[in-house]
């Protein structure tokens, strides 16, 4: 690849990262720059302690190496501003990588194999990863070394077939080949034709994720709950893959299991909950608002939050700020204006007479009832209708009441009070709203 | 599946084709009389040549008594107005499929294997193939025969490794199980994930199917070529297959190489053309229209055409019909109508003092010239005027002409002649334009 590369005019720089693995593998990186100084080229080499860092992870050598190789390459083209990274699988490296994700059950985004291009990757939003000689076969690739007069620099490991690629390697992938003529090349081709695929279910699925997707933080991601629920099965395993590939970059072991646990978690109807689904990440599920996220995210709330102290006083005409961009607004308004047949909960309409001045926005007190209208005048514990209401938990402290004096007058979301309502006999109304902006 | 059907209280029908492959297989359809009449369950037998059928239609012999198996079960099905075709296709079966399937390198619509549900099938619009089985696994249903005491009967054929499911049963499944354990779930389980993405796929494909497809006939199935041309190359490959489909029911040979030449040919840029495809189908390209057709398909022309004898009269104001939903259009107009930068060939502004009447709609004569504006009343030859439009062949013989008695005054979708054109001394307009309904 290198070679290749700097003859083709490409302004190189050869970077290696000496796994530390082996014992020859000093020895190596040594003959990388070696070469790298035969053309001309600059080169960057790094030790890394790759055994270390799998056990600290408990991640497999070969994935800890794999990580910490991509991190070094992107920070060393970071490091000279390289236009992109390039890699040297080639065209048997694909068929491996196909077939061994088709053992271990992978879907599409396995099957479909490498990509020639990749921009974004999981190392970089801007860098590309190439890979020019993914279409070159091993055995090209050592005839054209020969023809160079190039020596390169055998691994040992591989052949050591406790690594399940060695094994397809050297034995499955001959044994077949001996058995379906032509299996290499036909794998290859439908790993291209499932990249096409899998494009197109990419294409369903952005469009999904920008419909279902509400924001992201550290740590979480948050969806509308009923806007993902209503997605084919399939749609949804793939907006959670997306959600845990933004969690935990460069991670492959979220699985079927994992995925079915998740959606379990998503469709249970009622009551909100957390289910742990895999690797310290859990979905969290909460009136309207779906999460994944992991167990210590500091979770926003998304929902509007009344003082712990004092009440806030809401003048007529007059608007307070209640965080997260939540604006609970009053207003005197005409009595044609008014909707005796209101269907928003987050609006209300009410009789400007039984508005004993000043309106107040606090949190709830203990014990403190009042008379949802609908119930003809009959009052409940607050505490008991919000747990009713399936108000989240984590919003119920400190969610808006609005007072009118002492009196509870609008629990805005859910419930006017009784004694605020709208009769025959009113001749004013007061317009309240809480709005997000 | 007979018994537990039975068992489970649905009203069934047993069907059995006899495939008179081996010498015991009258016996085994015997079988299947015997316990379907002490199921007290109306029972169909029917024996075919199978090899016959292979040899005439140059199919394998299995895919020869698939293909007549499943007629025949439909035909049953038909026979009694059955709710469904029931078939007993396993789990292992599933693996077996999506192997033979990534063998062969096959693309998702193989990957994902067989369905518990399919309607519409390749056999029937209406009536679905259902698989009840196909999440038990092998054993399990051994095990369930033991229970019930029912002695199934062993196809021998299935020890035959020259076929290839044989083989993949018997040796490399059991083989890659054992150094891989759990593979078989893992890939029954893949070919779920798998089915779920073709859903997705296929939801894309539907809806360019509806944009680029504008009819199909006996034989003959018709896209918008541009149209098709635009779509990404993973879309045009469905569509090519959902054409194939339609014109070659129950063929799976349409592989990577017909896909291949069928877009190099819809790609190919400037002239008409005609390209071989596979088993007797070919792309025919045609200016707008692009077609996957058999070679002997009768195509409509989707064009209009004059009449081959007696030029038609058209009065001003007045229409007239040129087939295929074509209508020619002829008014007088007020000069402030008149566009001088008609951007549209299909309408057509004259010089009302230069129309000498009647107009009339007729072929082109042999060796007839026009003056098509702006080449400054240079005539050319019509037939080399159209050659040069790339008006494709078909067409040419019988596209319209507008004459203003013997003179051409218009070719529609093409150029007006050089002495009708509007000038500064314009004073009144005559209008043209050839529609479809």
Same mark, same amino acid.
């Given at each position: 690849?290198?070679? @290749? ?8 720089? &050869? ?36 055994? /270390? ?28 501003? %390289? ?6 699988? /080639?065209?048997?490296? =694909? ?57 390169? %620099? ?29 299996? #290499? =090349? #036909? ?20 469009? @999904? ?19 993902? &629920? ?30 079915? #646990? ?18 310290? $990440? ?11 996220? +992991? *167990? ?29 961009? *939540?604006?609970? =607004?009053?207003? #005197? ?8 047949? /209101?269907?928003?909960?987050?609006? %209300? ?41 399936? $108000?989240?938990?984590? @919003? ?12 509870? %007058? ?12 709208? +009769?025959?006999?009113?001749? =004013? ?9």
């Amino acid at each position: 690849l290198l070679d @290749a590369l700097h003859r083709l005019g490409y302004p190189v720089v &050869a970077a290696h990262l000496d796994h530390g693995l082996r014992t020859e593998s000093a020895a190596e990186a040594q003959a990388v720059q070696q070469f790298a100084a035969r053309l001309g080229a600059p080169c960057v080499v790094e030790r890394q302690a790759v055994a /270390n860092y799998a056990a600290a992870e408990g991640l497999s050598i070969e994935e800890a190496a794999r990580v910490l190789r991509y991190r070094f390459l992107f920070a060393a083209a970071e490091g000279c501003q %390289a236009q992109a990274v390039a890699v040297g699988h /080639n065209a048997d490296d =694909q068929v491996e990588t196909v077939m061994m994700h088709f053992l271990r059950g992978a879907g599409l985004s396995g099957l479909r194999g490498m990509a020639y291009y990749s921009r974004p990757n999981t190392w970089s939003q801007a860098r590309p990863l190439v890979r020019p000689l993914l279409g070159i076969w091993r055995d090209e690739i050592l005839a054209y070394c020969t023809e160079r007069g190039l020596q390169p %620099a055998f691994d040992q490991s591989n052949q050591d077939t406790t690594f399940l690629r060695n094994r397809l390697r050297q034995d499955l992938i001959p044994a077949l080949e001996a058995e379906h003529p032509g299996l #290499r =090349q #036909r794998v290859w081709r439908m790993a291209e034709v499932l990249a096409g695929d899998y494009g197109l279910v990419e294409q369903v699925v952005e469009a @999904a994720w920008e419909a279902c997707q509400t924001s992201t933080g550290p740590g979480w991601v948050r969806f509308q709950r009923q806007e993902l &629920a209503a997605q084919p099965e399939a749609v949804q395993r793939h907006l959670l893959r997306r959600a845990v590939g933004y969690l935990r970059p460069g991670r492959r072991d979220f699985g079927f299991e994992a995925v079915a #646990r998740a959606q379990e978690a998503l469709a249970r109807p009622g009551r909100a909950g957390v289910s742990d689904v895999m690797g310290g $990440l859990c979905v969290r599920v909460e009136a309207q608002q779906a999460w994944l996220a +992991t *167990w210590e995210a500091d979770l926003p709330l998304g929902w509007p939050q009344a003082p712990v102290g004092e009440p806030l006083p809401l003048a007529i005409p007059g608007e307070v700020q209640l965080g997260e961009g *939540w604006v609970l =607004q009053a207003e #005197r308004r005409p009595l044609e204006s008014a909707a005796y047949d /209101n269907a928003d909960p987050f609006q %209300a309409w009410l009789d400007a007479e039984a508005v004993t001045q000043p309106l107040v926005v606090r949190t709830r007190r203990p014990s403190e009832r009042f008379a949802p209208l609908g119930m003809d005048g009959k009052t409940v514990k607050l505490a008991e209708f919000m747990l009713n209401q399936k $108000l989240p938990r984590r @919003a119920r402290a400190r969610w808006p009441l609005v007072c009118a004096g002492a009196a509870p %007058a609008w629990l805005p979301g859910y419930r006017l009070d009784w004694a605020f309502r709208l +009769t025959q006999a009113t001749r =004013q109304v007061v317009y309240l709203a809480l709005r997000r902006k």
